[in-house]
């Protein structure tokens, strides 16, 4: 034995295979040390290849192996491996901090005050020349107005819309490939919904104002081109693959033994269909909306160029609207900087920060605890 | 009276109609796809040419290419893929590997994901605005260059971090489904050979889960060449004779090109080829990367099926 050995010795290289075998998958993996190699494979009913000659000697010793310790750099780099995990925190933490921060001296800034203070958004002036106290938005005139009802009504009937054209879509097309169609069916949907969900929602808005709006015009004769209905069915599009693929993995997690039950006791089709799966994936599907609501609220790209962008108060689906999003991506170019306008665009951002995170979360609540009244893993 | 186990008419023609309702849903959601790409195809392919891929726009841009939003672009997602992959996949293996599945600390990482993943765009914009714009450019500037605006402005890297803090969840969903999916066997086998934690996580795990985390990162640049309401306020432009030339120039960028010839053209019927020709470039980009995701995605899971 060469005097230089030292017992046990330290491991220089670990190395791992995996082999994947018609009879399954199995492993080899060798130790060496500078005493030898030691070569093993992992499933029992394959021969185990044979260990080397130094490997003797190795194992004779005291078959302890001696780890060398690991490098100190490992240490550091699980550290900031668990700092880089709490990105997302810090994320959404920032988030809230800059855009509160912006929007609060809405509060108090004697500055901002001079333009507008948060009562005098949410009630109806009397502005000069007009008739009789109103919610105005016009942010950019001699007087700028800052009355914010008229875009919260904006973004309301857009997204009425587009709820209203996108969830019994989607609803249904989960509940065909889900229930009565073939899996070479469900194979070209999936993908085809993932595809409508990747199309950039710039390119919706597009589609939305050179093809869309003018269709809808010819065919209705319209008065506005852009209007409610053209955004919202535009927005439709976006809410789609969200509410889809949600429900129809809601669909889908209805336990086979319900439905046979159901079918076993002479139910028809459409009864199993809509008295059995229809509730007990119900939870589901409001999850669904949930998320397709709270895509709906906040596009921007959609509803800034279909939209029409004009401030007006009225429930007419047919008139332009304009949304929060759109005021804030069409605004915030041209603002000065730290002023009252300014202020109120990150006002409006926070707004709907907290209305999309209210409405996702619960959305994501819903759905963690349907997963585990199934029974499958979150 | 009915014979037993035999459907009446009535239920036949429910079933029948709740079949077709539903199948029409179906065949309505394909049309619109259809129609969509069919009519960007069928007005951008004639414009379609290399020249286009490779002029800058000219004359108002009612002329020209788009050389310089796709250059901006790549300049974009270079610069968000550098930065989001690594903090994505970090995450992920934290959430895997190491937390314990339902410590508080894992639940409240999980709700900010999903938190994130529902911020609208735009208030992405307003927080890189509001955080990069005006909070760290400001500071950088007054320790780096001594006062000189040179990254308190919009730029190239504020836009990148921007879109990096949009994609974090589409890496590290898709990352951590990769890790989700690798046999416990394999982690015990590595660290039975006395390999430790962090060996048997970066020799075993991470190559094993590398196809998850191209998938992720496919789909983050996917995102990043498509979305536009985040970057309008930090750092594109809309038009710029000039390539970016380092992190503190402006940009131009596909999604950015195809809202600006849309809605700000002088000339509508003069851009409308161009634009046509833009959203067939953007539409490729995105179904092509989105359909290497799908592949790589499907073949990791075949090979996981396979093994068990």
Redesign the interface.
């Known amino acids: 034995m060469a005097p230089s050995l030292r017992f046990p010795p330290p491991v220089t290289r670990l190395s791992l295979k995996r082999h994947t075998a018609s009879t399954g998958p199995w492993f080899s993996w060798t130790v060496s040390t500078n005493g030898g190699t030691i070569s093993r494979s992992l499933q029992s009913s394959l021969p185990s290849s044979t260990s080397s000659a130094s490997a003797d000697r190795l194992g004779t010793a005291n078959g302890r192996l001696n780890l060398v310790p690991p490098p100190r750099w490992h240490g550091v780099a699980e550290v900031m491996l668990k700092l880089m995990a709490f990105s997302a925190i810090a994320a959404v933490a920032l988030i809230f901090i800059f855009i509160a921060k912006e929007a609060l001296p809405l509060l108090w800034s004697h500055e901002v005050h001079k333009e507008v203070t948060i009562g005098k958004m949410w009630t109806a002036q009397l502005w000069p020349g007009y008739d009789e106290a109103s919610h105005v938005w016009q942010p950019v005139s001699d007087i700028p107005k800052f009355g914010v009802w008229p875009l919260i009504i904006g973004s309301l009937k857009v997204t009425f819309v587009a709820m209203l054209a996108g969830v019994p879509v989607a609803v249904g097309a989960a509940l065909y490939v889900s229930q009565f169609a073939g899996p070479r069916l469900r194979e070209i949907v999936k993908p085809a919904i993932e595809m409508l969900a990747a199309i950039p929602s710039v390119v919706l808005g597009f589609f939305a104002l050179i093809v869309m709006a003018t269709v809808l015009q010819d065919w209705f004769d319209l008065e506005s081109r852009l209007n409610a209905v053209v955004a919202g069915v535009a927005l439709s599009f976006a809410v789609i693959p969200v509410v889809f693929t949600i429900s129809e993995e809601a669909f889908r997690a209805v336990p086979r033994s319900y439905v046979e039950a159901s079918t076993a006791l002479g139910a028809a089709r459409w009864q199993t269909v809509v008295r059995v799966v229809l509730p007990a994936a119900s939870p589901g599907i409001a999850a669904g909306v949930a998320l397709g609501l709270g895509r709906a609220v906040g596009e921007t790209m959609i509803v800034l160029m279909a939209s029409g962008n004009a401030a007006l108060a009225n429930l007419d689906l047919l008139d332009s609207v304009r949304t929060i999003p759109a005021t804030i991506a069409a605004e915030l170019a041209e603002v000065v900087f730290g002023g009252g306008h300014y202020t109120v665009l990150f006002f409006l951002g926070a707004m709907l920060f907290t209305i999309t995170g209210v409405v996702n979360f619960s959305g994501d609540l819903i759905i963690q605890r349907m997963k585990r009244k199934l029974g499958v893993a979150a | 009276m009915t014979a037993p ?1 035999q ?1 009446s008419r009535r ?2 023609a ?2 029948t109609s ?2 077709v ?6 065949t ?3 049309a ?2 259809a129609i ?1 790409v069919i ?2 195809i069928k007005n951008g392919w004639p414009k379609l040419t290399l020249g286009f891929l490779f002029e800058a726009p000219r004359e108002g841009m009612t002329a020209g290419g788009i050389f310089p939003a796709l250059i901006g672009t790549v300049a974009l997602v270079l610069v968000m893929t550098i930065a989001v992959v ?2 994505g996949v ?2 992920a ?3 895997n590997e ?2 314990a599945p339902s410590s508080r600390i894992t639940r ?2 999980r ?17 890189g ?3 990069f714009v ?2 760290v450019g400001p500071a950088i500037d007054k320790t780096l260059f001594g006062g000189e605006r040179v990254y308190a402005q919009p730029a190239l890297i504020w836009a990148s971090l921007t879109m990096a ?1 949009l994609t ?2 589409v890496v ?1 969903v898709a990352t951590e489904e990769a890790l989700r999916a690798i ?1 416990r ?2 982690r015990e ?2 660290l039975a ?4 934690k ?2 048997t996580i970066f ?2 795990v991470v190559p094993q889960a590398a196809p998850g985390i191209l998938t992720g990162t496919i789909l983050a640049i ?1 995102r990043g ?5 985040p970057i ?2 930090t750092g594109v432009a809309y038009f710029l004779p000039k390539l970016p030339e380092s992190f503190s120039s402006q940009f131009m960028h596909l ?2 090109h ?2 600006t010839l ?2 700000q053209s002088p000339d509508v019927d003069a851009t ?1 080829p161009l ?1 046509y020709a833009t ?1 067939t470039v ?2 490729a980009l ?2 092509s ?3 290497a995701a ?1 592949v790589v995605r499907a073949k990791m899971r075949a090979r996981i099926a ?2 068990r």
């Open positions: 186990f459907r239920h036949l429910v079933d709740l079949r309702a539903t199948g029409l849903a179906t309505l959601i394909l619109v796809l969509i009519d960007v690594p903090i970090a995450t293996i934290y959430l190491y937390a409240a990482i709700v900010a994901v999903n938190n994130l993943a529902g911020v609208p765009s735009i208030v992405f914009g307003l927080f605005l509001g955080f005006q909070f803090v974090l969840p590290i046999p066997d394999l086998a590595s050979l006395g390999a430790t962090f060996q020799r075993v996917s060449a498509g979305e536009v309401a309008m306020f999604g950015n195809v809202y849309a809605t409308k634009l959203v953007l539409l995105t179904f990367l989105n359909l799908v396979s093994a």
